[in-house]
């Protein structure tokens, strides 16, 4: 399948690589097909299949922030369907400013994605710990208690 992007152009996509995000994302809630597109280790992309403009820098944080430690209810992964544990990606949401070196990451709310069952949600944690930009370059010690970690597609 041809899709025309904004950053890529015009790309070939897989349509068995489209993740299902139900609810959107917030903020857009109408684009609700994705597909995640490989990067530099340890960025990547998550592709609106919907709206070709939009497109979204992910990381995987837990190879930038090793003790990042998400708490994520399982009430709010029962949307993404049946699953195991090693099926979830965790990645987050970037924020790339003109300085490279004031890149944030929004650790507070994680894309969560089932590989196995092609679905994705953005979910908000309640660890007051995390914040929505945290600085990727200036390191801050974090700590709390599980996790939900994953493969990194990045």
């Not at 914040?131 to 990194?152: A, L, N, Q, T």
Request: hydrophobic share 35%; aromatic share 10%; proline share 6%.
């Amino acid at each position: 399948m041809k899709l025309n992007t904004k950053h890529f152009g015009e790309i070939d996509i897989e349509e068995d690589n489209i993740l299902d995000f139900e609810d959107g994302l917030p903020g857009f809630p109408d684009d609700r097909q994705f597909v995640l597109l490989e990067n530099e280790d340890p960025f990547c992309w998550l592709q609106s299949v919907t709206d070709g403009d939009n497109a979204f820098i992910l990381v995987d944080a837990f190879k930038v922030l090793p003790e990042y430690n998400p708490q994520v209810d399982k009430d709010e992964l029962e949307s993404l369907g049946n699953y195991e544990p090693s099926d979830f990606l965790v990645l987050n949401i970037v924020v790339l400013p003109d300085d490279v070196k004031d890149m944030t990451v929004n650790l507070l709310a994680p894309v969560i994605i089932n590989t196995a069952g092609k679905k994705g949600r953005q979910v908000v944690l309640k660890n007051e710990n995390y914040g929505v930009r945290h600085y990727i370059f200036k390191k801050k010690k974090i700590s709390s208690d599980e996790s939900v970690r994953g493969g990194s597609p990045c």
